[in-house]
């Protein structure tokens, strides 16, 4: 008898992605492998005395999840943060920052996040609505897709920008008629001072705001701040999470999760980017990129790719429409790349080998994206290099075929359309307009035009439970009677979930799937989730995780 197996998972409902063989009962892992998929006979045969055999009980078994868009550093901070993803009005908002507060008297600044943009009803949140709240500490709430803030006057003070301050485009700290700061902060660079005031001297935003590594870091606070990842990656890992894509990036980031990696082992696969900025010479990509490959390439951490933003959100206007916006059609937005300078990049990431991801929300911006990739692929002839547009939540109609046919990833997230979960319709449609609507977060118009799409939540702008956003993408219902149903099949999520996911970061040849010589990243649900109603899906939950053949979670 050969060697046997370290772990046998029986008696469940497999989902193996794999179209060779689509449905099995057990699996067996032998150290990162899977061995057999199978019976649970043919399971069994290869158990042993000292094998770690776990009954699924009837629960389906899929291959780990694959999280494609999502931000770790900023995750895990959230989960100490006050979630107030569905708090709306005075009072309770004011009744959450309160226990908050006293929860933590020593924060240096009390931090919200998820807070709608109008939170308060029908007028959007200022300093002084926030002041009445807590007048005396400094308070800082963040919209659900972390483009926009809301600081009172203690925050603005202590952060010096109650009299505002010279920004990047893109980026604006919203005046008053008194000349002060009105409290809104609009994208990263505002937010920046107001954020370094926290607990972790804002060195969560260095990766998405300019790419660059923290000054002067201490040994507490590196410590602190590796604490603080291992409780997020233990978290995904909860959450039947194997692998995830981050779309920010720094050294230092990538210094941290190599020390976790080398110490106690990364309890899940981390993909992360060179973020390239709009300030940043070509060059870097050649002297700064390039180098990151090499130094990071392992099946548990890798940074394989560039990430860029090309413009903002739709809420706060720092998207890019073309023809403007639906409520102020004299506004389109300002693209974070001028389009010479994108072309650039493009052809030069593409020409040493990089895949890139380009945050695009509005039209116009993902309209620009095309165009340099096409641009990229005149000068740098076509190659397979599974280029990826972020979100895409506004496309044009002539553009939807131009995805297929440069061979683009639609990066999608199902948990961002208005009206799932506790998102509001408003003021996201009236935004954009309803002409805009039929083609709106269309994952079904630009799935069944090829396109391969792969899912995830952009955590933490939403809750990165990946069962949770399969529920709201089942469960997603058109804005107006006569608009296409744009919803994905469970089969097309769970798709989007592992096997496109493995497949978008060129790793198809050993996960995403399962079958026998693949890597063991395979996570048991509570229970079936093809015989669970769409409404029910987020009860379910991951109860035992397994990357790279080691348990990471269990509750069975």
């Known amino acids: 008898m050969g060697q046997s197996a370290n772990i046998v998972i029986r008696n469940g409902k497999v989902i193996t992605m794999d179209d060779a063989a689509p449905r099995a009962q057990a699996v067996a892992i032998i150290g990162n492998r899977i061995v057999k998929v199978g019976s649970d006979a043919e399971a069994m045969e290869l158990a042993g005395p000292f094998t770690h055999v776990i009954d699924a009980g009837g629960g389906t078994i899929v291959p780990g999840f694959n999280e494609s868009h999502m931000h770790i550093f900023g995750g ?38 998820g807070a709608d943009y109008l939170i308060f009803g029908d007028t959007p949140s200022d300093r002084r609505k926030l002041d009445a709240i807590m007048p005396d500490r400094p308070l800082l709430l963040i919209s659900p897709d ?37 409290g809104e902060l609009r994208e990263s660079e505002a937010m920046g001072p107001v954020l370094e005031l926290g607990s972790t001297g804002g060195r969560e935003r260095f990766g998405i705001a300019t790419g660059g590594n923290p000054d002067l870091v201490t040994d507490a606070q590196r410590a602190s ?28 980031q990538l210094e941290l999760l190599d020390e976790i990696e ?24 050649e002297e700064k990129a390039v180098v990151w490959r090499e130094r990071y390439n392992t099946d548990r951490l890798r940074c394989d790719f560039v990430k860029m933003f090309a413009d903002g959100v739709i809420e706060s206007g720092t998207a890019v429409m073309v023809g403007g916006y639906g409520d102020r059609p004299d506004e389109n937005g300002d693209l974070l790349f001028p389009v010479e300078q994108f072309n650039a990049v493009a052809v030069e990431a593409d020409r040493l080998g990089f895949q890139m991801a380009v945050h695009a929300i509005g039209s116009g911006a993902v309209r620009e994206v095309l165009d340099g990739y096409e641009h990229a692929r005149t000068l740098n002839g076509a190659r397979d290099n599974r280029h990826r547009i972020e979100h895409i939540e506004t496309i044009e109609p002539d553009d939807v075929p131009r995805l297929s046919a440069l061979g683009v990833v639609g990066s999608m997230q199902p948990t961002h359309p208005p009206g799932t979960g506790d998102l509001p319709l408003q003021p996201y449609l009236g935004r954009i307009g309803e ?11 630009i799935k069944d035009s090829g396109v391969t799409l792969v899912l995830g939540t952009d955590w933490p702008v939403t809750p990165i439970d990946p069962l949770a956003c399969i529920q709201g993408a089942l469960m997603r219902r058109p804005w107006r009677d006569d608009l296409k149903d744009q919803r994905l099949s469970l089969t097309e999520l769970l798709e989007g979930y592992t096997k496109n996911c493995a497949w978008v970061e060129f790793m198809e ?22 015989a669970t109603a769409p ?13 790279d053949g080691r348990v990471t979670h269990t509750s069975l």
Request: aromatic share 6%; proline share 5%.
């Open 76 to 113: 895990s901070l959230s989960l100490i943060q006050l979630p107030l993803m569905g708090v709306r009005g005075e009072a309770a908002l004011t009744n959450a920052i309160a226990a908050y507060a006293a929860q933590n008297p020593d924060l240096p600044l009390l931090v919200g996040n």
């Open 146 to 182: 972390y483009h926009t803030a809301w600081a009172n006057t203690a925050a603005l003070k202590a952060a010096g920008i109650l009299e505002g301050a010279k920004l990047s485009i893109g980026n604006e700290i919203v005046m008053g008629a008194d000349g002060l700061a009105a």
């Open 225 to 252: 701040d590796i604490a603080l990842l291992k409780k997020g990656l233990a978290y995904c890992a909860s959450l039947g999470i194997t692998s995830f894509q981050n779309m920010d990036g720094n050294l230092y």
């Open 262 to 285: 080398k110490t106690d082992g990364l309890p899940v696969r981390v993909r992360m980017p060179y973020h390239m900025k709009n300030f940043m010479p070509l060059s870097v990509i």
């Open 435 to 445: 002409k805009r609507w039929p083609l709106a977060f269309a994952w079904r118009t």
């Open 509 to 530: 040849d050993r996960k995403g799937v399962l079958k026998p010589g693949y890597l063991a990243d395979v996570v048991v649900l509570s229970g079936d989730i093809e």
């Open 535 to 547: 409404e029910e899906v987020s009860r379910l939950k991951a109860a035992l995780t397994i990357c």
